[in-house]
Each structure stands twice: as structure tokens, then as C-alpha cells.
């Protein structure tokens, strides 16, 4: 009797543990926890100056490579069209793929166990790495949103906020494992994330159950925990700025940030264990039933070539075509606004290294700046998707307004750099990096709301486009150029010649000084173009721009 007892509750263990393997909520943990490790391209401005003195490297090269990681990183379009044909798992195959091979291939050039490569090669390389993060984005925000679609705008906060702090959580890892060692930064960040998404290639898929009634509590509960990891981040970002770490400090940092990560296994077992305990079946034999009408109403749509009606375009929150997107002014506005706005403040991102170096910080004080982005990045995603969302529905406080003001915020951030004072870059930081993590859900939501839905996947990446269009022009063209500038006249005025590795290298306050003038004109000049936007919406923002999907729910 008591064997049979034993075996009855083993059984029983084994079906649970199958339950929560199965089932959404431990999906969702796994989609967190791929997207705190991203970080890749965030932390770009810690290693970029070992790149540089490892490879000799001018300004102007470095930010050229830096330039490719942001196209990397915003040509999504590749990711999209694969994931319409094949299922998640292979996404994140690829995904992993790419990141470990392209960072793998730096980091052996970095440390010299292969020969030099070309610039075009290391351009390359860093395009590949950065690319991966495409495929993650793709199968983790496309997954979760059909496994929540009723919550999609919390989740997407959630998730696009994750990202956000990935750069400082590898950082405090990268500080526990390595020390401050930029080779071995590379190194992590081309298996660490590969791995992590390797563990979970089988967890994350579509899986189709109903709707819980406490599913926004729970979803807010990740995102009280996401904001403890926040914070104490902040707090270790500023106290090793502060106090000499030891090594087992960064140690236990990084453990206390490795707990917190996997704290929400908690809230996972304890939401599987109640549907369980409700339903004693598993999750994903529950359907949801799409009625038929919807289908039979899009049958009725008569088909229209792409070229058709380009110019008799629908009114603003209709369905447009992909060509009447594109053609439209308000597309073109929000394309420039999006150069000027993300673009300047990737510029100073990826600069962040040369920041540090030309003003006279040490290296673990430009490890703070990165981190301050990261962390700020993640509160600006947070704030935007949620703020502007409340605002909009209570008081019609229009989007692209609160996109104006984040871009004339960024233009104070750019203009600390361009005239120093003492801690100035620390604050920079934060407000760089918390204005470019809120207009990606702005940018998101605008062309979702303009636009409508139904080829969202490819204006979204259309406009995600621009701002590498923008980090070109403004981080290429004029921030390295500038940069390589003062550093060549500095070597003129004291009479001296390039390192033997032939690096540029530029000290002092006057380094930047013009070229973060000139960003902080960009983005000026994008937030003047999101107000023209503000004047040209304000009557579709005043009315119901929900009450479409309203009326074919109660349709339904």
C-alpha cells in the first residue's frame, strides 16, 4: 500500500513538473530571461576601446564598425520573413548561431589568434553578432504576444524593458567571471547569451490556452521584480563607481543579480501549481475558439494590387497599404524624427569608451556609464509603454508629444558631454539612456495607431530602419571624423607622432565638444519634426482610436 502511495505521488510529481514545462507562465519566464541576455549591443562603448587599440584603429573606423552593429541590430526584417515559415525553436537556433559566431570571430581577431582582419571583415562580424538579436526579439516578442494577447502592451514593456537592463547585468557578470578585462567581455558575450537561449530553444512556442482572470496581476508582479533588479543595479553601479570592489564582492553582486533573474520561477510554480490544482489538465488542451466570422469577413475583402490607390490613402487608424505608408507625410516625419532622435543618441552610446578616456575617467568609471544607460534604458521603456498609454486613454495626451519632449530631453544629455563639468557624463547617462529607451515603444505605438495593423510587422521594421540610417550620418560621418580631427591637432600641437599600432587617440574636453554640439542639434531638429506630427494628429488623437477594435470584438 505505502509503495503504491510512493509511486501515485512520484507520478504525480512528474505530471506537474510536465504541466509547468508546458505551460505559458514558464514560457514567459524563459522569454525574460533570453531577453536579459542581449546586451551585446549595448555594451558596445565598454569593449570598442579594446577593439580599437587591439586592431589600431582610428575614430572613424571604430565608430564605422559601430555603425554596423546598429544596422546589425535594426534589420529585422530577415528574422520576420523566417519566422512566417518555421517554428520558434529555429529562430533562436539561428539566433544563437549568429551571435556566438560573429562574437566568437571578434574575439580571436581582439586577442590575436587569427591575423588582422579587414575593416570590411570586422564590419561583418560585428553585423552577424549583432544581427542574432534580431532573432531573439522576433521569436520571444512574437511568441508572447499570441500567448497573451489580451495584455500585449504590459508584456511588451516588460520584454523590450528586460533588454533594456541586459547590458548592465552582463556587465556585473562580465566584472564577477573576468574582472576588468574587455577581451574576456567579448568572449562572454558570445557564449553566455548563445547558451541561455540554447537552454530554453524547446520552451518558448505558441501554446494556445485561455484567458486567466488574474493575468494582469501577475504580469505586474513580474514587473515589481524587474524593477528590484533595476535599482539594485543602479545602487552596485554607483557604489563601485564609489568603493574599490573586491573580488568577491562582484561575486556576490552577481549572484544577487542572478537571484533576482531567476526569482520569478517562484511566481511561475505557484501560477502553474493553482491551474493544476483548478483544472488537473494541462494548460495547452484548453482552446480558445476564433469564430468564423472574422474569417468569413476577410474573405469578402476584395484583393487590390499593391500599386492601387497609392494616393487615395485611408484615414488615419485604417489598415494601409505598405505603399501607402511609405508615401505618406506622416511616415516620412516620423522617419526623421526617428534618425535624428534615435540616431544621436546611439552616437553617443557607442561613444561612450572614447567619452570616458578623453575626459580622464578610468576605465571602471566608463563601465559606469554603460551601466547607467542600460539601467535608465530599461526605466525609459518601462515609463513610455505604460505612461503614454494612461495618458492617452484618461486625458487623449497624444503620443508623438511625449516623443517631442523625450527628444528635447535628449538634447540636454548631449549638450553635458559637449560642455563638461565634473560628474556632468554620469548624468548624461541617464538621461541619454533614458530617452533612447522610450522612443522605441513610442515609435512602435505610433505606427501601430497611424497606420493600423495589418502590415505592421513590416512598417515596424521600416521605421526601425531609420535609426541606423541616422547613427550613420551622425557617428560616422561627423562624431569620428571630428574626433580623429582634435586628435591629429593635438599631435601637432605637442609635436608627436601615432602610437605603433597606429591608434588616434584625443584628450580633453574639446574632443567632443563640437560634434555633440551637433548632435544635440539633430535632435532638436527631430523633436521640432514630431511636433509638426503633434499639429497634424491632434484630431485623431482627440477621438477613440480603440473604438475600431472594440466594435469588431462586440462584432465577434
Not at 153 to 172: N, P, W
Amino acid at each position: 500500500m505505502t509503495e503504491n502511495l510512493s509511486s501515485a505521488a512520484k507520478g504525480s510529481r512528474l505530471e506537474f513538473a510536465f504541466h509547468v514545462f508546458r505551460g505559458r507562465w514558464l514560457s514567459l519566464f524563459a522569454s525574460f530571461t533570453i531577453m536579459a541576455g542581449v546586451g551585446g549591443t549595448y555594451i558596445f562603448g565598454i569593449y570598442s576601446k579594446e577593439i580599437k587599440a587591439s586592431l589600431g584603429y582610428d575614430q572613424s573606423t571604430l565608430n564605422l564598425i559601430g555603425f554596423f552593429k546598429d544596422l546589425g541590430s535594426n534589420v529585422g526584417i530577415f528574422s520576420g520573413l523566417i519566422a512566417e515559415v518555421t517554428p520558434t525553436w529555429f529562430l533562436l537556433v539561428i539566433g544563437s548561431s549568429l551571435n556566438f559566431v560573429g562574437y566568437f570571430v571578434i574575439w580571436l581577431a581582439v586577442t590575436g589568434k587569427i591575423a588582422k582582419p579587414k575593416v570590411w571583415q570586422m564590419c561583418t562580424y560585428m553585423c552577424i553578432a549583432a544581427n542574432s538579436l534580431n532573432f531573439a526579439n522576433t521569436g520571444v516578442l512574437v511568441t508572447c504576444v499570441k500567448n497573451f494577447p489580451e495584455n500585449r502592451g504590459v508584456l511588451l514593456g516588460l520584454l523590450k524593458g528586460f533588454a533594456g537592463l541586459s547590458g548592465a547585468i552582463m556587465t556585473q557578470i562580465y566584472l564577477a567571471l573576468y574582472g576588468n578585462d574587455p577581451q574576456s567581455l567579448i568572449f562572454l558575450i558570445a557564449w553566455l547569451p548563445a547558451a541561455i537561449s540554447m537552454a530554453f530553444v524547446y520552451t518558448i512556442r505558441n501554446i494556445s490556452t485561455g484567458r486567466q482572470p488574474n493575468e494582469v496581476r501577475v504580469l505586474y508582479q513580474f514587473l515589481y521584480v524587474s524593477i528590484v533588479l533595476a535599482l539594485f543595479l543602479m545602487a552596485m553601479t554607483i557604489t563601485q563607481k564609489l568603493v574599490t570592489f573586491p573580488p568577491v564582492a562582484y561575486d556576490a553582486s552577481a549572484t544577487i543579480v542572478c537571484g533576482l533573474l531567476f526569482f520569478p520561477l517562484f511566481i511561475v510554480f505557484r501560477e502553474e501549481l493553482f491551474l493544476w490544482n483548478q483544472k488537473k489538465i494541462p494548460t495547452a488542451d484548453v482552446r480558445i475558439e476564433i469564430p468564423e466570422q472574422s474569417t468569413a469577413r476577410s474573405e469578402e475583402i476584395p484583393r487590390t494590387s499593391c500599386f492601387s490607390e497609392i494616393c487615395n490613402k485611408p484615414p488615419r487608424g485604417e489598415d494601409y497599404t505598405i505603399l501607402q505608408a511609405l508615401l505618406s507625410v506622416d511616415m516620412l516625419i516620423l522617419l526623421i524624427s526617428t534618425a535624428c532622435g534615435i540616431g544621436s543618441n546611439l552616437t553617443a552610446i557607442d561613444n561612450l569608451g572614447q567619452i570616458g578616456e578623453s575626459l580622464g575617467y578610468p576605465m571602471k568609471n566608463v563601465n559606469s556609464f554603460v551601466s547607467l544607460v542600460s539601467i535608465w534604458n530599461y526605466f525609459g521603456r518601462i515609463f513610455a509603454g505604460l505612461m503614454s498609454e494612461k495618458l492617452l486613454i484618461k486625458y487623449k495626451f497624444p503620443r508623438p508629444l511625449m516623443t517631442t519632449i523625450f527628444l528635447f530631453l535628449s538634447c540636454v544629455g548631449h549638450l553635458l558631454i559637449a560642455f563638461p563639468v565634473p560628474g556632468s557624463v554620469y548624468v548624461a547617462s541617464v538621461i541619454i539612456g533614458f530617452s533612447f529607451g522610450a522612443q522605441f515603444p513610442l515609435l512602435n505605438a505610433i505606427i501601430s495607431e497611424l497606420f493600423g495593423l495589418k502590415h505592421y510587422a513590416t512598417l515596424f521594421n521600416v521605421g526601425q530602419l531609420a535609426s541606423p540610417v541616422g547613427s550613420y550620418l551622425l557617428n560616422v560621418r561627423i562624431t569620428g571624423v571630428l574626433y580623429d580631427h582634435e586628435a591629429l591637432k593635438d599631435l601637432s600641437r605637442k609635436n608627436l607622432h601615432r602610437s605603433s599600432s597606429g591608434e588616434l587617440t584625443c584628450i580633453g574636453a574639446h574632443c567632443y565638444r563640437q560634434s555633440f554640439i551637433i548632435l544635440a542639434a539633430a535632435a532638436c531638429f527631430g523633436a521640432f519634426a514630431s511636433l509638426i506630427l503633434v499639429l497634424r494628429t491632434r484630431e485623431f488623437y482627440k477621438g477613440d482610436i480603440y473604438k475600431k477594435f472594440r466594435q469588431e470584438t462586440e462584432a465577434n
